[in-house]
C-alpha cells in the first residue's frame, strides 16, 4: 500500500481520522460501557468468552492484577517514529517509564527467560512485547520470540503493544501466531495535535513532518483497530495524557476507539522530566496531577471501560504490576539455571486463584449489605498498601506505592494508584520520603495499612489522613467498606468534619531500587 493510502473498506471512515465517529455501541469484543475491566467487579457482565480472555491477563482486568503477573522480553530495539515524550535511550513510554532496559535479547535468549520465569513465578500468566522501541518495526525478532512461546508453553497468553504505524500489514501474522491481546498508543485522531506530539515518522522508506505524518499515523492506528477487533482480537487503547496539548481532545480519542471495537482505554500521565532528555521533558511540559488524571477518566467512563491500574512499566518487567523482578532473571543467571516447566504447577495455582477470588467477592457481597440503608452523597478517597492477593497487607514503612479506592454507598471502586519512594530505610524512617508520601496520598482521607509506626502515624494524622492497621490482612474492599461505613457515622454524629481533600502529585519517574545497579531505572 502506497504511503497515506487507505483498504478500500478504510476508505469509508476516511475522514473521521480527523472527526469523531458515531458510536456503534459494543460489539462482541467491545467494552459494555460499564466499567467491569477498570473496577474489582470480576466477570461484571462480560460475554464468557471474554471473560475468558482477561480473567488472568493483569492489564486487562483489575481483577486480575491482584493475582496475576506479566513479563516483558525487550526483543524490539527499533523504532519507526519520533515521540516527544521519548528518548531512544530509554525505553518506549508507550509501554514503559523512562528507564534503560538493562539487556537486550534474542528471540531463543527470549524465549528461554520466558519459560524460565513460567518455572518460578507460577502467577506469570502474560508475555507481552512492548519495546524499547516499537514491536513491529522489528517484526521479525517479535514474532519469532511469539513462535517459540506458543509452542513451548501454550498456557501463557501472548500480548503486543505498538505504537500502530506497521499494524495493519501485521494482523493476520498476529492472528497467525495467536497474539488476541494487542495495544495501540494513541494519542490524538486531529493531525494538528498529533504535529505538537510526533516531530516525524518512517513509513516506506520515506520520513513524513508534521500533519502529514500525524495524520499518516492516525489513519494507520485507527485502520490496525478496526482490522483487529474484526478479527476478533482483544483491543486496548494506551493515550499518554499531556496537559495543554491533548487532554481535553483524549474525550474524542475515547469516543473514535470506542466506536471500532476497542475494549479498554489506558489513559496515563505523561512522564516528564529533564533528566530523561526527551523534548517534553527539556521544554519543561508537565505532567497531569493527580485529579486532572482521574477527572478524564471520570469523563470518558461512561463511554467505555477504563484501565486505572497501569504501573507505566518497563519494557523488560517481570512480576505483579507494580513490583518488578526483572533483577532476578538476568541471561546470565538464567543461561546457569535448570529450566523446569511444570504446567502442572501453573494450572494449580491458578485453581487457588478462582478459590480466592470466590472468597474475596463473598466477603464483598456481604460486607456491602451493610451499606444498603445509607443514602449519603458522600465520596472519600483511601490508599491501602498492599502487596497483592488483594488484601491489606503491606507493612506503610514498606510500601512502593499504595492504591487508590473512591468509596461511596456503591462500595469500593478502584481509581487508581501512587507511586511512592520507600519511607522505611535500613530501619529509618526517612523526612523527606514521609512528606513524599503524604503529597501522593494528600487527596486521600485514611491509608489503609498492615502495620506502621508511631512517628509516621503523627505526620498523617496532622496532614489529615488518617492512618487505619485495624483491617491488617484483610481483604482491600471489604476492609474499605466497612472503614467507609464507619466514617459515615462519624460525620453524622459529627465526630469528623466533612473536609474536601486537596490534590495530590503523580511522582514522575521511576521507583528506585534501594542497591539497584546504576542503570536499572531511571
Ligand atoms: Fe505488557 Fe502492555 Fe501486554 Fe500488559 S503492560 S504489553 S498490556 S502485558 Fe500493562 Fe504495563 Fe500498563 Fe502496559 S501495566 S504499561 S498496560
Ligand atoms: Fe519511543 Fe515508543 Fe514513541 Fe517509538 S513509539 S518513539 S520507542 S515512545
Known sequence: ME???VSERFSKLKGL??????????GSSGGSGKSSCGSSAGSGDLPPDVWEKVKNHPCYSEEAHHHYARMHVAVAPACNIQCNYCNRKYDCANESRPGVVSERLTPEQAARKVLAVASEIPQMTVLGIAGPGDPLANPDKTFGTFDRVFKAAPDIKLCLSTNGLALPDHVARIKDFKVDHVTITINMIDPEVGARIYPWVF??????TGKDAAKLLSERQLEGLEMLTQAGILCKVNSVMIPGINDDHLVEVNKAVKSRGAFLHNIMPLISAPEHGTVFGLSGQRGPTAQELKALQDKCEGEMNMMRHCRQCRADAVGLLGE????EFTTERIESMEVQYDAGKRQAYRDSVEVERSARRAAREQELLTLAGENSNRKILLAVATKGGGKVNEHFGHAKEFQIYEMSTAGAKFVGHRRVDLYCQGGYGEEDALAGVIRAINDCVAVLVAKIGACPKEELRKAGIEPID?????YIETSAISYYRGYLERLKSGAVADVERGDAVIRQGAFVE???PAGQAA
Open 514 to 516: 534501594v542497591g539497584a
Open 470 to 474: 485495624q483491617y491488617a490482612y484483610g
Open 17 to 26: 481520522a480527523i472527526a469523531v465517529a458515531p458510536h456503534k455501541g459494543c
Open 3 to 5: 504511503p497515506g493510502r
Open 324 to 327: 518488578d523482578r526483572g533483577a
Open 203 to 208: 513509513f516506506r522508506h520515506k520520513r513524513y
